[in-house]
């Protein structure tokens, strides 16, 4: 036999290399990036080649978010990820306006019996306009440990979807039910009752609910961090009184809580922990009830006082006094009883400011 020539030692040498570097610097490579790539990225590269495969399956944390949202097919998708053993450790499942899912493919995962997401802990199914309270019990049986979830604008939606969540979920800490129109006082009491260490609230035009729904969170949920209430024009100055056990609240959106006036925002200036404020469109307030708020709320970084005819400059000056070294962002925009309200006249008073509109 004759020897190999030295060109085909090269090649030989040359495919040994390449091989040793797939097998071996390929995968610590490919762990050091995949976390940093767009999960559709990384199904992209999975059919690159075997090694490409091996390396990006073999890395956990990268299968433990799933994001299907917007796109088509996202029921098929589904149940095709989740019977594949990579999926098994998931965290986060993102439906966000996720096209083609409904109930039928909750229902089937549950009948599947096997697949149950212990591990999920943040669940978005915002959009998802198909799915009923049948398919929230069906989902919700599946993820016993999930700490938030969001059902933003799925509008058939009613408290019995609530009591499901309640039943099936037991540490939920964040909840987003906005745009949610048939969840009623009853729904509330059910959230207030089993979850009181809830963090953060959406409950944006739920135009059911009463005061007394706002009062039972406000009782109960003393650890509320956010709360947004935005759009929900019903609530009275009653409703807040209680508003100071939520020592912890750093977000209050109020736009549009036409029937507020200084009376409730005087009950809202002990959220002494507030950076994150929003009076856009509460008409009835006016200096007295905002000073109250400079001088209890004194590290606020957003103010919006947009469409409120009932303020001046004196507002404004107890805030210079209180929050000048806080203020990032203040929106004065349609107050006209501010007359220095340009943006040099408050960089004046508010160094800080870089933003001058929350609302256009």
């Not at 999930?146 to 037991?170: F, M, P, Q």
């Not at 994150?276 to 008409?283: R, S």
């Not at 947009?306 to 303020?311: E, M, Q």
Request: hydrophobic share 40%; net charge negative.
């Amino acid at each position: 036999m004759h020897a190999p020539s030295a060109q085909q030692r090269t090649s030989e040498m040359a495919a040994a290399a390449d091989e040793a570097w797939c097998r071996e610097t390929f995968p610590q490579v490919m762990e050091l990036v995949s976390p940093r790539l767009p999960q559709r990225d990384a199904w992209a590269l999975l059919s690159i080649s075997p090694w490409c495969h091996r390396a990006l399956t073999a890395n956990p944390k990268l299968w433990e978010v799933l994001d299907l949202h917007e796109m088509k097919n996202a029921g098929e998708r589904l149940i095709s990820a989740l019977s594949l053993a990579r999926y098994r450790h998931l965290k986060v499942l993102n439906l966000e306006f996720a096209q083609d899912i409904d109930d039928r493919h909750f229902l089937h995962l549950k009948e599947m019996g096997a697949i149950l997401l212990e591990e999920l802990e943040f669940l978005n199914l915002n959009a998802c306009q198909r799915i009923s309270d049948n398919g929230i019990e069906a989902v919700t049986s599946l993820c016993p440990n999930l700490r938030a979830l969001s059902i933003y604008w799925i509008v058939g939606l009613t408290d019995a979807s609530i009591e499901h969540t309640v039943k099936n979920c037991k540490s939920i800490i964040d909840l987003n039910l906005s745009g949610c129109k048939n969840i009623s006082d009853r729904g509330i009491h059910l959230v207030t009752d089993n979850y009181q260490g809830l963090q953060k609230l959406d409950i944006t035009r739920c135009i059911k609910l009463t005061d007394e729904a706002l009062q039972e969170v406000l009782q109960k949920c003393s650890a509320l961090e956010s709360l947004n209430l935005y759009a929900l024009s019903s609530f009275t100055d009653k409703a807040y009184i209680k508003i100071g056990n939520l020592t912890r609240l750093t977000f209050l959106d109020l736009c549009g809580a036409q029937n507020l006036t200084d009376d409730g925002l005087t009950c809202i200036s002990r959220c002494g922990s507030l950076t994150y404020l929003n009076l856009t469109w509460c008409v009835r307030v006016t200096d007295v009830g905002v000073i109250a708020i400079a001088q209890g709320c004194r590290s606020l970084e957003l103010l919006s006082l947009f469409g409120i005819l009932g303020v001046t400059d004196t507002c404004l000056e107890a805030f210079s006094k209180s929050c000048s070294n806080s203020l990032t962002t203040l929106d004065v925009n349609g107050c006209t009883g501010i007359k220095r309200r340009s943006s040099t006249d408050l960089i004046q008073m508010f160094p800080f400011l870089s933003c001058f509109k929350v609302h256009s």
